[in-house]
């Protein structure tokens, strides 16, 4: 059993037709793994809907406690990708013991050319077989979560 | 380096709009790594563009010995689900040493509802992490070779 | 108020995931008028869901009699490209006064790349503009029913 | 032969990864057009590509210009759904004896699940079959310019 919680980030990000312009409303999870025919046993929880960029550290402590307390030892994350790196800091800190793999996306679900689907899929992979410690998954590669960071200039996660 | 051999299946299936049919053209497999920004170093080769149900035995002798020559040491297959358990044996035979993961669709990438996109980005994640041996990856799950089967049914795979 | 009789053909041709063929289930109509955001009065009926190279004379006579005995005066016929021809010219024989529009798609809705929303709205825009006659709408145009024929080689309407 | 003049809105909205917010490329008309398969003739041109919040007095001055000047009579403008009818205005108030059909989206086609590819098909049939006037074509509806307004709160245009 996979425990997943959501976050938000551009993953869930919507567009609001009568704003005209991007919102958070419910997730995607449930309707994406259903189109990838996972088969994966999972439980689903929403902590938050939000930007990455907005994440207080009160945020970041719910993440943390949410992931100490779950009985699954295995743990996927969506998260927006901009403070992705400082989550899995907050992680590697206060959690020990569980395999911890952060995703998300550089293009949101609702639009149909999304990164979400193929992310999804392998942060689920990488959460079943690696041991003990927090990642980071995107572009179907994982990263140990001190030896990474997000380009700003090109949005792509490069070793450090 | 992870070497992906393409072999056909639902996968690549596409619609032919003269003749009103399914058919195989190109790959999509370049497409939907593309699609899915993976930053995975990939060497795509295409073995066969088939439906798996017709796959012969010298169809199946040619990825072994494709597996087999490689330089790399893990490899991705797509392949149509009805006879990817035989390939996955004939694999298990033929080839040691190698992390081998057999992974395909049950609904054609080129249907937007494709579960491809999700299985490709598990695929790729599970050649990186799982140790030799030759596994069947579909629905986010993974299984070694000799310990599952499809259901014809449900289309499911499940362990036996 | 537009009527919409559905009759099967590309536009409505899924993937069955089981058999790994095309198949017809239920038409993707309302899903389609839902995603336009249409919002013409319309009321639809599937007379049959079939390949229209599989239509017999009594098929085309219940497509015939039900244009004839409805209420509305606009009607659109989703119908397979094949024998839309035909079918109109059954149309133009048995029925006086009303506008007909058939229209259909070269690529299954339930593929990502349907030229049938396309379709879709075309033919609903010609039934509440043309006159009294019996049209063929593909590819943004419209025909009268005497003047065009499939090109069977490369899927296109074309005038004669 | 239909003139297309784009100037932006929402059917051309795209999604930056880098900034992750929305903005506006090229335009993605050429794209609907082969993805409907269209085959009606026509010339594309790009006034400006902006938000319709955003347009002055001087940039309506413009589409108009180029409606008046252009050989065609009739003319396709993709436009913004906000302001829209003022737009409509000024080109009945500047421009006689052609038929001009403005059209948008609630939903950017970039986004999977559009609106757009449908107006489109609405709007350059609308466009081929109503007499010389100004029209606004959402929903599979047409509106004389005068006759019709945005419901900010729904997001539908409705008689007036």
Redesign the interface.
């Given at each position: 059993m996979i425990r997943i919680f959501v976050t938000g980030g551009?993953f869930d990000k919507t567009?609001d037709?009568?704003r005209?312009?991007?919102s958070f409303g419910d997730t995607h999870l449930p309707e994406?793994l259903r189109?990838?025919?996972?088969?994966?046993e999972v439980s689903v929880r929403t902590l938050m809907m939000i930007?990455s960029l907005e994440m207080t550290e009160a945020d970041r402590e719910l993440v943390v406690r949410n992931c100490q307390q779950c009985d699954e030892s295995r743990i996927v994350v969506t998260h927006?990708t901009?403070t992705m790196v400082e989550t899995a800091a907050a992680l590697a800190r206060g959690v020990a013991g569980k395999t911890i793999v952060l995703t998300g996306a550089?293009?949101?679900y609702?639009?149909?050319?999304?990164?979400g689907?193929?992310?999804?899929?392998?942060?689920?992979?990488?959460a079943?077989?690696?041991p003990p410690g927090v990642y980071i998954?995107m572009?179907?590669?994982?990263f140990a979560w001190d030896t990474v960071r997000k380009n700003?200039?090109?949005?792509?996660f490069e070793p450090i």
């Open positions: 551009t567009y037709e009568i005209g312009g991007l994406m189109l990838g025919r996972s088969r994966v930007d927006g901009d550089m293009i949101p609702a639009f149909g050319s999304s990164d689907l193929f992310n999804l899929g392998s942060a689920l992979s990488f079943q077989t690696l998954a572009n179907g590669q994982h700003r200039q090109t949005g792509v």
